[in-house]
């Protein structure tokens, strides 16, 4: 997954969706899988976390989002021009699940912990049935799923960023004709 210290969707997912990130990778890390957050670019930047021009400032903002979120499974870091993110196309707090044979079995736009849930699931039963040699049926499939923010996590991430990064939302909110 994609994600950093300032997008209150990341923060969301990993401290409170149902089930959070957190807890699907404890649940699932012992079947096999691996989970990983590129930390990229500052989605909501402020005065108390900006958006980082080195490295250096970016490890420490991966580091605080691993202390203050509890992250339980590796941080990547992408580089200052966001190599991974760009290659990846990816969003503030996108998702992409690899198998262990290098197929992408899965993206979104958003990472969301019940979709993760049900896909994890599916995975399992997917590894199950190649083991019993039985037939597995490849298939695509696409939907828009409308996503709550949850105010109260989002406003005390814009808290931590700063100042400017609140007024910055609040702004974007105004603008999409938005409450929030």
């Known amino acids: 997954m994609f994600g950093n210290l ?8 990993l401290r409170a969706g149902k089930p959070t ?3 699907l990778y404890t649940r699932y890390r012992t079947k096999g899988f691996k989970f990983f957050l590129v930390y990229s670019r ?7 976390v900006p958006q980082t021009t080195s490295m250096d400032g970016r490890r420490r903002n991966a580091l605080r989002l691993r202390e ?7 941080i990547l870091l992408d580089s200052i021009d966001n ?15 690899v198998n262990k044979d290098g197929l992408l079995v ?3 736009a958003w990472t969301y ?5 049900q896909l ?13 040699n039985e037939l597995v049926r490849f298939c695509y499939s696409e939907r828009i799923v409308g996503l709550l923010r949850d105010k109260k996590i989002s406003s005390s991430v814009h808290r931590r960023a700063g100042p400017q990064a609140a007024r910055d939302f609040t702004q974007l909110l105004k603008e999409e004709g938005k409450r929030g």
């Open 42 to 48: 500052e989605t909501h930047p402020g005065e108390y």
């Open 68 to 74: 203050e979120e509890k992250v339980n499974f590796p």
């Open 120 to 132: 994890l699931k599916d995975l399992c039963a997917w590894k199950k049935a190649e083991a019993r």
């Open 106 to 108: 899965f993206k979104s």
């Open 6 to 13: 300032t997008c209150g969707a990341t923060v969301t997912q």
């Open 113 to 117: 912990g019940p979709e993760m849930a």
């Open 83 to 97: 190599r991974v993110r760009n290659l990846y196309h990816g969003w503030s707090n996108g998702i992409f699940v």
């Open 21 to 23: 990130i957190l807890s």
